[in-house]
């Protein structure tokens, strides 16, 4: 049973340029979530996808976007990126909406030079 | 608003003694709260779990938290430390109920550093 996955492992971006990130959900799950984490933080929710829809929003820019495919795998998009958008982003994934047992995928390590 | 303490930045203690994980939660609802563990260049792994079953709960690798509503803590126990629970140890509180879609707030961690 595959868990979660995220691509890629490692990504360094220069000031400015946009940045795509990839998470396939465990299997049977349908709604996914996405985290950043700072170093030396515990991770933040940026927002949740389920039926393909953005259901709830933490606390970031609208440089933050993401998208939900079909298939339930998810994309989490940034623009403009900033020094500060430096972390660790991790997806996790759930069996429904509401459910708050999520699984976490290994992360994808974003550095901005 | 829901929030979390994590009352230890950093926590050491020697192999084989007990371990305690301190975590104070706010929450204007009845919430569900989580312990979990994440190892150097992996990703998060659920210790336990509290949703307003049993207050003592039971987890893996022989951790137990106890929910004490009094307190408002959530506190992480083990009664004897091995070398492979060095890590960080998040906890974690969510809102229970139809406005809720499972969004997680964590704390800010606490790093556990077992000594031999």
């Known amino acids: 049973d595959a868990g979660v996955t995220q691509s890629p492992t490692h990504l360094i971006k220069t000031r400015g340029q946009q940045v795509t990130l990839r998470c396939s959900p465990k299997s049977g799950h349908d709604t996914v979530s996405w985290y950043q984490q700072a170093l030396g933080q515990g991770p933040q929710f940026i927002f949740q996808y389920y039926e393909e829809e953005e259901r709830q929003r933490g606390n970031f820019p609208d440089r933050f976007s993401g998208h939900q495919f079909p298939n339930y795998s998810s994309e989490l998009n940034v623009n403009a990126l900033l020094l500060g958008d430096s972390a660790l982003y991790l997806c996790?994934?759930?069996?429904?909406?509401?459910?708050?047992?999520?699984?976490f995928g290994p992360g994808t390590r974003l550095t901005v030079t | 608003a829901q929030s979390v303490t994590q009352l230890d930045s950093h926590v050491s203690v020697s192999e084989g003694t007990p371990v305690l994980l301190r975590c104070n939660y706010s929450?204007?609802?009845?919430?569900?709260l989580f312990w979990y563990v994440q190892h150097p260049n992996k990703g998060l792994q659920l210790l336990l779990k509290y949703t307003s079953a049993a207050t003592l709960v039971k987890g893996i690798n022989g951790f137990e938290a106890e929910f004490k509503k009094s307190e408002t803590s959530f506190h992480l126990t083990k009664p004897s430390a091995h070398m492979s629970d060095a890590a960080e140890y998040f906890c974690v509180v969510s809102m229970r109920g139809s406005s809720n879609t499972g969004k997680l707030i964590f704390g800010q961690g606490t790093t556990l550093q077992v000594k031999p």
């Open positions: 929450s204007s609802y009845s919430p569900s």
């Open positions: 996790a994934s759930s069996l429904a909406l509401g459910n708050y047992e999520q699984y």
